[in-house]
């Protein structure tokens, strides 16, 4: 079952191929549409075995090395896949006619990301991992705006660098394991075991640490972020935000924080810190970005950078809203990128100061879109705020000038989300703005959007599932961490509501 | 009382159907649903208090709980409505009132071309205002916190061509978002030190704080309260918040949102009880703001700015009420004020749509015959806010500044002595200024459709009658009724002392209420003085801008923050993208350097080889 | 019997013959039979070794060579007449578009 998930949209990329190009758009969403149908009938399995994975396949691959074709779904792995299926889902046929490569290319990009969450031996993550970064390169170069080969170049300098690290880290896990156990193995529950020294943590988490910075991305590694995200079309920058940006931020949870425990108390601080500038500085750039695209992107840097302050405070309440926040942030992020693509597309410009009026002429657009933007702001009841407030509390119990200084970023996003909205909505509409067109959002593209609207709801009236279904493997990871924190939490852990 | 959440749930689903549906319902289908549901509230609330009313006091509380709303290691949140006789009141409120709004807008939007996203906003306001009070925790009261202020965002800027209208809009939102931040961190402070964020958990357990702590939670919970209930200085935003519709206005002044803070400190009496800094400081704030509010209300030509500003000036009297521990008097203030506020606004309303959209002052005047409904309604309303005696803001005003006196508190008793004394001149100035003398303007004044009018009946009667609910001496239902509420925990109830009335005190307000009826029959009743003495311009001129605290605002943080921004993209571009761009050139540079080495000959490619070769074999011979 | 050294001046000179041709001559079709000529100096190396030590590994690695050099001249042959389809000359010099 796992392989067929896997599999799926591979073969839907290969089909595609043989398919006349006019039915490449409904091929590519049929396969989308049977991966998430997939991701959701493995929603019980996920939860099935006492073992550390609901359901392990494994199968050896390069017998010399240790390296095993395994691929494992546990609840942490449950929902960032079915946030994949779903994201792409949406995504793929959100713009209609485009060549039948785009469509390939992005079944790959889903597949290649299901792995990397899927994956339990270090080295199918590495090859997922890298694999990822060519469509999602292709698709930036050969389908993106009028600076898109420089964006592209940028994009696979930035992923490819760090990733070597990553790589010397992972062989060095598998050295580890051969001197320890007597022969090389990459499979994450056998590495579980090592017992590694403090100077080797510190490099190896290092090393991983780096790669992931980069890909989520945060401050200061976010500089190919601003080009990627503007040049690309807007379900590749989707795809970038939401769901690539999330395989960095599980490879904290999965790999970094359970196999490093000393190094990622070491190393804490630093995150921390990381985290915070994120937070501060994407909020205050995005307040002055011209460019509405960019805005989102930003906003975007300011709250993985929340996420990463979550994982970084290493308490279990901060681990379940980090979780909960990446399930919220991809969900409310593919709904602001594509919806702010329409509106692109419908004024012919991205300049907030040229956009407006956007009320008059579109009104369902706008209240899409201004249900998204609120969302995203963290307003109460919807879903953006059950992360925030899970996430800061976490902190809150460890380290409570963190969360002072994270909760400005809740001002500041209401005071750039707003300003965004209003820009697009309010005044005139630019001289751009698409004559004979319709300036409304098309029927289709309503319903596509329309279910990431309803999470947005029910996620916010109760987000509870997500914590419940990550609560075990999250339960692990913090045993391996030793979280420091817990036995204060558990001072206080006879709580609330009632 | 599970089934309590159908008075939440009926406007949600008509918010819902009206935004979904809206369009192919029509107007008249989409306004039956909305009005239709907000009267199911309203008769459901009724059935509840009648309910309440049949139990002894002791058992009028319930708290049924619904779902788990999060579980999250050591937070562990749930979804539960308080219904008890403090909710029972503000159900009756918002269901009452907001219902004879939405009903009296039917009229007067009827030619807007956005009707049913207007009702679509009006019962998603009145769902979020129902959920903040109905909430039995913290967090859930946040979260009908942050949507009333999405709902006063949309209707503020409903008209949303219109510059100011957008501003004001985003004023409102970022301040009340500054407030929801206050909430949000005092919520943290909660669940770390308590681990509970439910308000008997809270209640019951704050004995185990330090002062410190519940003075910083009581503090927070207070910028809250002051951002959404319009306290200096946070109050800039709701005078301009009548840039939206009139009905809007009503709704944001009377029934729902500004009465939110007053509502939230008067359930957490617990923390403030506990935290008397924080007390005395909403006590003084609260006069001060009073004070500050009438003065500027004095000199204001926009019809709708002077009531905003007397709004402004009402809520200060509440607040000097809940920080000296007069709950009661305080809700009771807020009862009376939500009658002839709604009343004033909607009676502005119908001059405004009589007169096709003019809102200044200097040029009505004389409209008495033209609208007699609402000239003898708006009159009721006018008095009830000057708090004439025997009209209802007599009785709910003299209750506060009686029970300020008997509790010590002489200073605070004095400005709002004298605030009330303006009250009555900036109200009966407007109220000379629009109906009396004679007509300044060009248009042909009307009166309104009786579905503007009957509410404005129905409201007069409210403002005419509801202070006999408490009258000084003899009766005090509204004190027995919120008795069980605020005898549950400590600090809740005065001293049997401090409610008896002061005669005195009682004749000296109203006598100054009478005086400055007649100072302003005076000046605006029988002619309007157009010129002012020469001494009073800067004055004048002073409180016509607002003692200039928008400006000081904008400077102070406007200004910084857009600082703040340009050096973050500053930093972006010059220092991240130039340590980037300055690897990207190392590396450009070296393949330069590089470069020549490949010159595209490929017998020189050879040669090179063959004396690589050459220095091999040499070096592997001869070392 | 003829002396190993024998074999290999000659082989030595066949090898300098040809790298000659590589760097003096521009026609690729030329270069390519110098190169030829390299690899059959290097071979007669190999067999006369061969020969000199009685042990066959020369012999095996002869024949590899003559493998690979047909592969190769196979390939480089298809190279240059795609090369002169394109550009009506083979002219080495004028192939310079690595040019850094």
């Known amino acids: 079952m796992l392989e067929l998930l896997f599999f799926l949209p591979i073969i839907g990329a290969l089909l595609l191929l043989l398919l006349p190009e006019r039915a490449a758009r409904g091929g590519a969403f049929i396969a989308a549409l049977l991966t998430l149908a997939v991701s959701l009938v493995l929603i019980p399995s996920a939860f099935g075995h006492s073992g550390a994975y609901g359901m392990l396949s494994s199968v050896t691959w390069v017998e010399a090395w240790g390296v095993h074709w395994a691929l494992g779904l546990d609840g942490l792995s449950l929902v960032l896949t079915i946030l994949t299926a779903l994201v792409t889902a949406v995504a793929i046929a959100w713009t209609p006619a485009r060549p039948r490569t785009y469509y390939v290319l992005f079944l790959l990009l889903e597949a290649f990301s299901l792995g990397t969450f899927l994956a339990a031996d270090l080295f199918v993550f590495y090859v997922f991992w890298e694999a990822m970064i060519i469509p999602a390169y292709l698709l930036i170069a050969g389908f993106g705006g009028p600076r898109r080969a420089k964006a592209a170049i940028k994009f696979l300098i930035y992923s490819l660098a760090p990733s070597l690290l990553m790589l010397v ?130 906003s975007s840097l300011s709250h993985l950078g929340l996420v990463l302050l979550g994982i970084a405070a290493l308490s279990y309440t901060g681990l379940e809203g980090a979780v909960l926040q990446m399930v919220n942030h ?169 | 009382m599970q089934d309590a959440i159908g008075i939440l749930l009926l406007p949600a689903l008509g918010s819902l159907i009206a935004a979904v549906f809206g369009r192919s319902l029509g107007r008249k289908a989409t306004s039956y649903v909305t009005v239709g549901a907000m009267a199911l509230a309203f008769v459901w609330a009724v059935s509840v208090f009648l309910r309440m009313l049949s139990l002894p ?107 100011s209208a957008v501003s004001a809009a985003r004023k409102a939102l970022v301040l009340n978002v500054a407030g929801d931040v206050g909430i949000m961190l005092a919520i943290f402070i909660l669940v770390m030190t308590l681990g509970r964020v439910s308000y008997s958990g809270v209640f019951s357990h704050i004995s185990s704080l330090t002062s410190l702590q519940v003075e910083l939670i009581a503090f927070l919970l207070y910028l809250g309260a002051a951002a959404k209930s319009a306290q200096f200085p946070l109050h800039v935003w709701l005078p301009d918040a009548m840039e939206g519709p009139t009905p809007v206005s009503a709704l944001i002044h009377a029934a729902t949102m500004v009465t939110a803070g007053v509502y939230l400190i008067a359930r957490a009496y617990p923390i403030f009880h506990a935290a008397p800094v924080a007390a005395e400081w909403v006590a003084g704030i609260g006069a001060f703001t009073a004070l500050f509010a009438a003065t500027i209300a004095l000199v204001q030509n926009d019809i709708k700015r002077v009531i905003a500003y007397s709004t402004v000036s009402q809520l200060g009297y509440m607040f000097l009420a809940v920080g000296i521990s007069a709950y009661a008097a305080g809700i009771f203030h807020l009862t009376m004020h939500a009658f002839f506020k709604a009343l ?244 450009k540079g070296w393949g330069e350097a590089l470069a020549p080495f490949q010159s595209g000959y490929l017998r020189r490619y050879g040669l090179a080889v063959l004396i690589g070769g050459v220095f091999v074999v040499a070096y592997l011979t001869l070392v | 019997m003829v002396p190993i050294s024998y074999y290999l001046i000659l082989s030595a000179l066949l090898f300098s013959i040809g790298t000659v041709g590589v760097l003096i001559r521009r026609n690729p079709l030329q270069m390519f039979m110098s190169v030829e000529l390299m690899w059959n100096a290097v071979n007669l190396s190999f067999v006369a070794f061969a020969r000199q030590y009685l042990n066959m590994a020369g012999h095996v690695f002869v024949f590899l060579v003559i493998t690979v050099a047909a592969a190769e001249v196979a390939i480089g042959l298809a190279i240059i007449v795609l090369v002169f389809r394109n550009r009506e000359h083979a002219d080495v010099d004028e192939l310079n578009v690595m040019k850094g």
């Open chain 1, 169 to 298: 880290a992972i062989v060095t896990l598998g050295y580890e394991a051969f001197l320890q156990f007597g022969s090389w193995s990459f499979s994450l529950p056998v590495l579980q075991h090592l017992v590694l020294p403090t100077s080797v943590q510190m490099w190896v988490f290092a090393g991983f640490a780096i790669a992931f910075l980069v890909k989520i991305p945060a401050f200061p590694f976010h500089s190919w972020m601003p080009e990627a995200y503007a040049e690309s079309p807007a379900p590749v920058t989707a795809m970038l935000s939401a769901v690539l940006s999330k395989t960095a931020l599980y490879g904290f949870l999965r790999i970094a924080l359970p196999l490093m425990p000393v190094a990622a108390h070491r190393f804490a601080p630093a995150l921390g810190v990381i985290a915070l500038a994120s937070i501060l500085y994407g909020a205050l750039v995005a307040l002055t970005q011209r460019d509405g695209k960019l805005v989102i992107g930003y």
């Open chain 2, 344 to 587: 004033l606004f909607l009676g502005a309303g119908s001059v405004i749509h009589a007169l096709s959209g003019e809102q200044d002052m200097r040029k009505m005047g004389g409209l008495k015959k033209f609208l007699p409904i609402t000239y003898w309604t708006f009159l009721i309303g006018t008095a009830a806010n000057a708090g004439v005696p025997f009209f209802s803001g007599f009785f709910s005003k003299d209750a506060i500044l009686g029970e300020a006196l008997a509790t010590g508190h002489f200073w605070l008793w004095l400005v709002g002595v004298v605030a009330a004394f303006f009250s009555a001149l900036y109200i009966f100035r407007l109220f000379f200024l629009v109906f009396h003398g004679t007509y300044r303007g060009d248009g042909h004044p009307h009166e309104s459709p009786p579905v503007m009018t009957v509410p404005l009946v129905v409201l007069a009667i409210g403002a005419l009658l509801g202070g006999y609910l408490a009258v000084p001496g003899a009766w005090n239902l509204f004190d027995q009724w919120l008795a069980p509420v605020y005898s549950r925990y400590p600090g809740g109830l005065l001293p049997a002392a401090a409610t008896a009335p002061n005669w005195g005190a009682i004749a000296l307000t109203s006598v100054l209420v009478l005086a400055a009826v007649w100072v302003a029959w005076n000046l605006f009743g029988r002619q309007v003085r157009e010129e002012l003495p020469e001494g009073l311009r800067p004055i004048h001129k002073v409180l016509y801008n607002k003692y200039y605290i928008d400006e000081i605002g904008h400077a102070v943080f406007v200004w910084t923050v857009d600082r703040l921004a340009v050096l973050a993209d500053l930093f972006d571009r010059v220092v991240v993208d130039g340590i980037v761009m300055g690897i990207a050139a190392l590396v």
């Open chain 2, 57 to 163: 006091p002791a058992q009028r509380s319930f708290d049924p709980v619904y779902w788990q709303w999060i579980k999250a290691g050591s937070l562990s949140l749930h979804f539960g409505l308080l219904i008890d006789p403090l909710s029972a009141i503000f159900l009756l409120i918002v269901t009452g009132i907001g219902f004879l709004i939405h009903l009296y807008s039917i009229g007067y939007m009827h030619d807007d071309a956005n009707f049913q996203r207007f009702f679509s906003y009006l019962n998603l306001f009145a769902f979020a205002m129902l959920v903040l009070v109905t909430a039995d925790n913290f967090l859930f009261l946040l979260v009908g916190w942050g949507a009333v202020g999405l709902a006063s965002y949309l209707l503020i800027g409903f008209w949303h061509t219109r510059p």
């Open chain 1, 330 to 498: 991809g969900i409310y992020a593919t709904a602001l990128f594509l919806l702010f693509g329409v509106v692109e597309e419908r004024m012919g410009t991205r300049d907030l100061q040229a956009m407006g009026g956007l009320e008059a002429r579109g009104p369902i657009l706008a209240g899409l879109f201004l249900i998204t933007v609120l969302t995203a702001l963290g307003l109460p009841g919807l879903q953006g705020f059950a992360g925030e407030i899970t996430i800061l509390t976490g902190v809150y119990l460890v380290q409570p000038v963190w969360a002072w200084i994270a909760v400005i970023s809740v001002i500041l996003a209401a005071a750039y989300f707003i300003r965004l909205f209003q820009k697009v909505a309010h005044g005139t509409a630019p001289s751009t703005d698409q004559p004979g067109g319709r300036p409304e959002i098309g029927g289709m593209q309503i319903a596509l959007v329309a279910p990431l609207i309803v999470l947005m709801f029910v996620l916010g009236l109760y987000p509870n599932p997500v914590p419940r279904a990550v609560s075990r493997p999250l339960k692990s990871v913090t045993q391996s961490v030793g979280v420091a924190a817990t036995t204060r939490a558990t001072a206080t852990s006879e709580v609330a509501g009632k």
